[in-house]
């Protein structure tokens, strides 16, 4: 598949993390990451030498000028970032602890992005030297302005021929604007072309049911069947989609499942232990899908470098990958 560049559009945050157990405040200092799924997706592609090209909304100041000259070291195209508002939204969540964790505590009302409006970025002009469009159902997840710009968005994408991905990633703690997940996401899945998620985020954000509630003590085999029924119902009632892929982080295993070409494929199982940080797994594995499929590789090695691609973020600190392909494809069974 031939790719100018990936756009990835959605909000950046500021992640801090401090320590489980740590003296932080005595300390007078707590690490922080640049996060948002998003832009995980972006450093992650351009690491990989891929051409990137990322978009959110930020505020005209000092530290946006210091983020986006990281960034454009990093190779990430960064002429789509609109500036505009008054803050960038940040989220608080333990170091090890996942995004689904009680514990993670976000700060992103009344953000830069959370307010971005209708209208204000000019799409065709945006997405004239893109090939990609990727977003996640966080950014559907904040207001109504900005799920009205990622409609927008899709729609401009489609009528470019553009191929659209999404993660379906579920935060309960957001969509607290008067929508609920499948009243939004079910209009913006519509015109998606690739879709990355899990059982129980379908059935929460799609409502399409699961026939299992739950991975406790079901085995590998029991997870992809249910994988693949969910997957044939997705495919039915979203007839653009062409690859759909669920993962799987159990207790010490992982492994990813996927739809692809109407045939049903899963990657290897990859044992995992000593687990130093879960943020950024699911970006990680959504960029190793999208790396996959410009390299047109064969299902097989599709489905298995992205589940390797995740499996070796969960070894790392921050919330995007350092990874090198090299090591992702020698992590690879």
């Keep these: 598949m ?6 990835c559009f959605g909000e950046i945050l500021l992640h801090y993390a401090p320590p489980v157990n740590s003296n932080f405040m005595e300390q007078q200092q707590m690490p922080f990451y640049l996060g948002g799924a998003e832009l995980n997706v972006a450093t992650a592609l351009a690491k990989w030498d891929m051409p990137v090209k990322y978009g959110t909304a930020m505020p005209s100041h000092f530290l946006t000028d210091t983020i986006i000259s990281y960034l454009s070291k ?38 830069s992005f959370a307010e971005i409006k209708k209208g204000s970025i000019h ?39 553009i191929p659209i991905s999404v993660d379906l990633n579920y935060r309960a703690k957001l969509w607290q ?39 406790i003590g079901c085995s590998n085999e029991q997870l992809s069947i ?6 044939l119902k997705l495919k039915e009632q979203y007839p653009l989609l062409n690859t759909i892929a669920y993962t799987f982080r159990l207790t010490e295993t992982y492994f990813g499942v996927m739809f692809n070409k109407n045939n049903f494929y ?3 199982t990859y044992k995992i232990i000593d687990v130093k940080n879960i943020v950024g797994t699911g970006d990680c594995f959504m960029a190793g899908l999208i790396y996959g499929m ?7 090695e599709l489905i298995n470098f992205a589940a ?8 790392e600190l921050g919330d995007a990958t350092e990874q090198s392909p090299e090591q992702i494809k020698n992590r690879m069974l």
């Design 266 to 268: 899963t990657s290897p």
């Design 177 to 215: 604007y008067g929508k609920t997940p499948i009243e939004v996401m079910s209009q913006l899945v519509k015109y998606c072309t690739v879709l990355m998620g899990n059982l129980w985020a379908v059935e929460d954000m799609l409502g399409i049911a699961s026939s299992i509630k739950t991975s």
């Design 74 to 111: 990093k190779n990430i195209d960064t002429s789509a970032i609109q500036f505009s508002g008054n803050r960038i939204g940040c989220f608080y969540l333990a170091t090890g602890l996942d995004m689904k964790s009680a514990g993670v505590v976000y700060d992103r009302a009344h953000s």
């Design 294 to 300: 410009y390299h047109e590789n064969t299902p097989e």
């Design 226 to 231: 249910a994988a693949n029924n969910s997957m």
């Design 308 to 315: 390797a691609a995740a499996v070796g973020k969960l070894y």
């Design 123 to 161: 799409w065709k002009e945006v997405l004239k030297d893109v090939n990609w469009f990727h977003f996640s159902a966080i950014s559907a997840s904040l207001t109504q302005n900005a799920t009205d710009v990622c409609m927008e968005a899709l729609i401009a994408a489609i009528e470019l021929g």
């Design 2 to 7: 031939s790719i100018n560049k990936v756009f």
